[in-house]
């Protein structure tokens, strides 16, 4: 199992999701009204800078942020730079449909093939676990499937133990789950245990001057993408069809109304067996079973 | 770590760094800060800008309308390019007392022309809009940061500012502090007179989504036109003021609360506003409406007499943190003061970098006299004091709605009583004197007129 | 009519402004001066509704749903019961309909 310090040019990635927390959903025609302003990365987004910082550092690798996104998340990259990341990349994205959902793997497939064009094939890529607007959590299983490389995904805790990397993570009933993490990998970890540091003030004035590199994202072929909306055509709620039923048969139509309605059918009332000997609530089971003619 | 946040009491002493960080260091990104910093990037020094907010206006509340003549001066054509909710053609004063009230309404659509008059924003935007162009200049603008203590030297000269961040100092040849009413820079100066408790008014606010069209039907207006409402009275009896102001897809309302009675009273602001969105000529402006954010912000009332000192030893003070706030009740306006003082602080620091020397603060005094920025105060140093005083508060609202009432109700057969016998009547009825009446009426017009 | 309550519920009325809670608190308040205050402006003035009465005299504090207006500290009575200060940079209230 390799050693992140014993590749040629360790590279730590972070990616960053870029999502405004408090959007506005339009109740009438279900638009969701973003702000720039307030948009940013998420907190398990932040806890995996920090992690891609500490690392970076422990191994002497380089530790890249970078971010699928619009020109206003430059805010975000520069406040990565500032918190200590040695270089970013913003990965444009296509002017926004609002129509158009989200896709994982189209996300992945953007940030894999821009990270291997512009900042090599990553060591370590770090991301959040799920998105702070309500994601799914599957981009990054989509990134080590693009990446072809190992995933450990929802990690609480990542550390480098004797230049190896040891993950955490939650099972069921309390458990939990030690791993050894080989590289290259993609890891994803929740919102625990350590947080983002503070960026101090000489690191802050670089970063605010710095310029922000962008590139278009690679388009993809449609067709390709797997990842082509759905169409909709008209939202509105589901309403099974109506059930036909034959018309009852008579002259009178009192009696008719009243077939339809069922209330002078005779039926049998529902019973509760309660009997202490096996045998005879079996017998009963069976007698009702053939009664009704499932069973011969 | 440190046990508590935010600025600390004391400045701190430094030796006199050889080399400044920057030529200007501007603390707050409001107007005041963003004007200072604009003037100052445009003078080609260098300028940082501190903002204690993620955003610039993120930390910001204001009461209504933003007055850009005097952004004429440093954005020539900002009507075309600021983020502006709706141009104010419609300006009403409402005096309440009990259920009735009486509306003085003004509308000129002069006011929704190039060059306008004042528009309705969200702080948000438009205080973001103002540092994108300090930022444009040249400024740097440092967000999340914020300035806890002036940085001097024994004799006194501030040098620079510490942030809150590792390795904050900040140093820098002038310090223009915009940094808002509290002002914690200025009390460490020295600069802020006590008493500010007295001077001082609580601003509690109320954006309420409404739909467009449910907007433009209610308060007669269309297209980016708004309205203006300024309040005197319905502030179940704490001295203030309310305000009610329309943008595109919401209503703002809100109150103005003195702080001295505000504490006397033992009422919650929230309640006194929910009683002003019932009285009858208010709730149907605001009836069904969703609350989209309340907020809440100080605002500095006292004008020029409870002003502080504007500066000295290489320290400018601006906008809100000079008390730069008109409220002399038919005007009530501080971001068009917040902007010029920043304005005029930038202009002289940047004159006193080029000159060499530190005395800004005279220049600046001399800058802010000879425009509507301290003339203005200056001329209206009575009306904070007219406006929050018990007689306007309480009694004239009802004696003018008396007067209107005994005007207007026909009282057949009894003939029509005059105008004379209706004021004294209504004087009486509220407890006014008439000596009072003619004194305030004097202060008024030496104030207004 | 008048009615003496917002037509909302109080946490409504909050839940719709966005607050970035800092970790460590910038209010901090000495109970003991609270004992002796008869007033406690500070308890109806806050429009956050932040500071409550104890039932020993004193006052219990929350900082995370704060204005910071500063009505608290101009109002106390009790001197500086309540001292007072901006939250870490970055973090505290941030409006989007000032």
Redesign the interface.
């Known amino acids: 199992m390799a050693d992140l310090g014993d590749l040629a040019d360790p590279l730590v990635v972070v990616a960053l999701r870029w999502a405004d927390a408090?959007a506005r959903v339009d109740p009438l025609t279900g638009e969701v009204g973003t702000?720039p302003?307030?948009a940013?990365p998420g907190e398990a987004d932040r806890c995996a800078l920090e992690h891609g910082l500490r690392i970076a550092g422990a191994t002497g690798a380089r530790c890249a942020a970078v971010t699928l996104a619009p020109p206003p998340a430059e805010?975000m990259l520069r406040?990565a730079l500032a918190c200590g990341a040695d270089e970013v990349l913003r990965v444009d994205v296509a002017p926004e449909d609002p129509r158009l959902p989200d896709s994982g793997a189209a996300t992945a497939r953007a940030l894999a093939r821009s990270i291997r064009a512009e900042l090599g094939d990553p060591g370590l890529l770090l991301t959040g676990d799920h998105s702070a607007d309500r994601g799914t959590g599957a981009t990054p299983a989509f990134l080590a499937a693009e990446l072809g490389c190992a995933q450990a995904l929802g990690l609480v805790e990542l550390s480098l133990v004797d230049g190896r990397l040891a993950g955490l993570r939650r099972l069921d009933r309390g458990r939990r789950e030690r791993l050894a993490i080989p590289v290259p990998a993609v890891c994803s970890v929740e919102p625990a245990g350590v947080?983002l540091r503070?960026?101090?003030?000489?690191g802050?004035?670089r970063a605010?001057?710095a310029v922000i590199p962008a590139i278009p994202a690679i388009p993809v072929a449609s067709g390709q993408t797997g990842a082509e909306p759905p169409s909709v055509r008209a939202a509105r709620p589901y309403r099974p069809r109506a059930k036909e039923l034959p018309a009852p048969q008579g002259d009178d139509p009192r009696l008719r109304l009243l077939r339809l309605t069922g209330a002078h059918e005779e039926r049998e009332p529902p019973r509760v067996v309660v009997t202490e000997d096996p045998a005879e609530a079996a017998d009963e089971l069976l007698a009702f079973l053939r009664d009704r003619g499932y069973l011969p | 770590m440190r046990d508590r946040a935010g600025p600390a009491a004391e400045a701190v002493t430094v030796r006199r760094p050889e080399a400044a960080d920057f030529d200007a260091v501007v603390v707050g990104a409001g107007p005041a800060g963003s004007a200072a910093a604009l003037e100052l990037a445009r003078a080609g020094h260098s300028v940082a800008l501190v903002e204690r907010g993620p955003f610039p206006g993120s930390k910001n509340v204001y009461g209504g309308v933003v007055y850009g003549r005097i952004l004429d001066e440093l954005i020539p054509d900002w009507y075309e390019r600021m983020p502006v909710q709706r141009w104010i053609t419609r300006r009403q004063t409402m005096l309440l007392s009990g259920d009735r009230s009486l509306t003085v309404d003004f509308r000129s659509q002069n006011w929704g022309r190039a060059p306008y008059n004042g528009a309705t924003t969200y702080r948000a935007e438009f205080d973001s809009w103002l540092a994108g162009h300090a930022r444009a200049a040249g400024a740097v603008l440092v967000p999340s940061t914020v300035a806890t203590a002036l940085l001097r030297t024994a004799d006194g000269q501030v040098v620079g500012v510490r942030t809150d961040r590792p390795d904050g100092d900040l140093t820098a040849r002038v310090v223009i502090a915009c940094d808002g009413v509290n002002s914690f820079l200025g009390k460490q100066a020295g600069l802020h007179p006590d008493e500010q408790a007295a001077h001082t008014t609580l601003g509690v606010k109320e954006t309420l989504a409404l739909p467009r069209e449910t907007i433009e039907e209610r308060f007669g207006v269309t297209g980016t036109d708004g309205v203006d409402i300024e309040i005197l009275g319905g502030t179940s009896g704490v001295p203030g003021g309310g305000f009610l102001y329309t943008n595109r897809d919401t209503v703002s309302v809100g109150l103005v609360l003195g702080l001295p009675g505000l504490a006397k009273a033992g009422l919650r602001p929230e309640e006194i506003l929910a009683e002003l969105k019932q009285h009858p000529s208010v709730r149907p402006l605001v009836r069904g409406a969703e609350v989209v954010e309340y907020s809440a912000h100080l605002i500095p009332e006292g004008g020029y007499r409870s002003m502080p000192r504007l500066g000295g030893n290489g320290l400018l003070l601006a906008g809100d943190s000079a008390a730069m706030c008109l409220a002399a009740g038919i005007w009530l306006e501080g971001v068009n003061f917040a902007l010029g003082s920043g304005m005029y602080a930038g202009r002289a620091a940047a004159n006193g970098l080029r000159s060499g020397g530190p005395a800004v603060l005279g220049e600046y005094r001399r800058l802010l006299e000879k425009s509507f920025v301290l003339a203005d105060h200056k001329k209206l140093r009575d009306a904070p004091g007219l406006v929050l005083s018990e007689r306007v508060q309480h009694r004239y609202p009802g004696l003018v709605c008396d007067l209107a009432e005994g005007m207007f109700t026909v009282d057949n057969p009894r003939p029509k009583p005059g105008l004379r016998r209706l004021l004294r009547r209504a004087a009486r009825h509220n407890g006014v004197r008439m000596r009072e009446l003619a004194r305030d009426a004097l202060t008024g017009l030496r104030s207004f007129g | 009519m008048t009615q003496r309550y917002g037509d909302i519920a109080f946490e409504d009325r909050m839940s719709q402004v966005d607050f970035r809670v800092a970790g460590n608190a910038h209010i901090v308040v000495d109970t003991d001066v609270c004992r002796s205050c008869t007033t406690k402006a500070c308890v109806h003035a806050c429009p956050a509704k932040l500071f409550v009465p104890t039932d020993d005299g004193g006052i219990l504090f929350n900082y995370e749903q704060c204005f910071e207006c500063g009505t608290c500290y101009l109002v106390c009575d009790g001197g500086n019961a309540i001292s007072w200060s901006y939250p870490d940079g970055g973090q505290g209230v941030v409006f989007r309909h000032g």
């Open positions: 408090r702000d302003r307030g940013g805010e406040d947080r503070r960026a101090g003030l000489p802050t004035l605010r001057e």
